[in-house]
């Protein structure tokens, strides 16, 4: 059974910065490609960022690039999601994703493409 935690929402302000972790149990990190999503209040679930199982690889949505940074620690089975100028727009709660997947440098972005999700963790960015 895998399972993924993640950590680290809350309340900020726009402009502040919050650092996103999940951790992986069950199965060997390594082999996994991991994502973040987020679903805002009434709208569909999107893709945010991922990275490749090597983590040599990575994508980002456009709204998010040159301020949010995904980056994996294999030793620690941890996955995390750097977000700096946050905008109220980012408001939403953030989940966590495991794809298991030979290619080592493909970054799954779709979330069907996933198969394992955690709980998720609420931002919520004010103006």
């Known amino acids: 059974q895998v399972q993924l935690v993640e950590s680290g929402g809350g309340l900020v302000q726009a402009g502040d910065s919050l650092r996103l972790s999940c951790v992986v149990s069950?199965?060997?990190?390594?082999?996994?490609?991991m994502g973040w999503f987020r679903r805002a209040p009434g709208k569909a679930r999107e893709f945010v960022a991922g990275?490749?199982?090597?983590?040599?690889?990575?994508s980002y949505t456009n709204s998010v690039k040159g301020r949010f940074t995904i980056s994996r620690d294999n030793t620690k089975n941890t996955v995390s999601l750097q977000m700096n100028s946050l905008r109220p727009e980012d408001t939403a709660v953030y989940y966590c994703?495991?794809?298991?997947?030979?290619?080592?440098?493909?970054?799954?972005?779709?979330?069907?493409?996933?198969?394992?999700w955690g709980q998720g963790t609420q931002v919520t960015v004010s103006s």
């Open positions: 990275i490749s199982r090597s983590g040599g690889s990575t």
């Open positions: 994703a495991a794809d298991r997947r030979d290619n080592s440098a493909y970054v799954p972005q779709r979330s069907y493409e996933y198969d394992y």
């Open positions: 069950g199965r060997t990190f390594s082999s996994c490609a």
